[in-house]
Nanobody
């Protein structure tokens, strides 16, 4: 089992920045690819970013590319999502997820473990 706890969400004005954190406990953190997903009100959960076990490979959704950066610190069992130039359409609950497979995947049904989410609200 892997337990994931997100933090760092909040209310920010458009154009602002936030950094989300996801602390992991349980099995070896470095064994998992880590992803961020989000779900806006009335919409399905969507992929945001993923990072490989070593941190050497990252993928981003087109909607956040160039604005968001995913990173991880395996010594601290933590994955981060730095969000810059935030837009009102980034408003959502952001979820951290862990994937224990060999391949780096970007679909929500590939994830093995999920956090409970943290709310990000971007005002215009």
């Amino acid at each position: 089992q892997v337990q994931l706890v997100e933090s760092g969400g909040g209310l920010v004005q458009a154009g602002g920045s936030l950094r989300l954190s996801c602390a992991a406990s349980g099995r070896t953190f470095s064994s998992y690819h880590m992803g961020w997903f989000r779900q806006a009100p009335g919409k399905e959960r969507e992929f945001v970013a993923v990072i490989s076990r070593s941190g050497g490979t990252t993928y981003y959704a087109d909607s956040v590319k160039g604005r968001f950066t995913i990173s991880r610190d395996n010594a601290k069992n933590t994955v981060y999502l730095q969000m810059n130039s935030l837009k009102p359409e980034d408003t959502a609950v952001y979820y951290c997820a862990a994937d224990g497979s060999i391949l780096v995947r970007t679909t929500s049904n590939a994830m093995d473990y999920w956090g409970k989410g943290t709310l990000v609200t971007v005002s215009s």
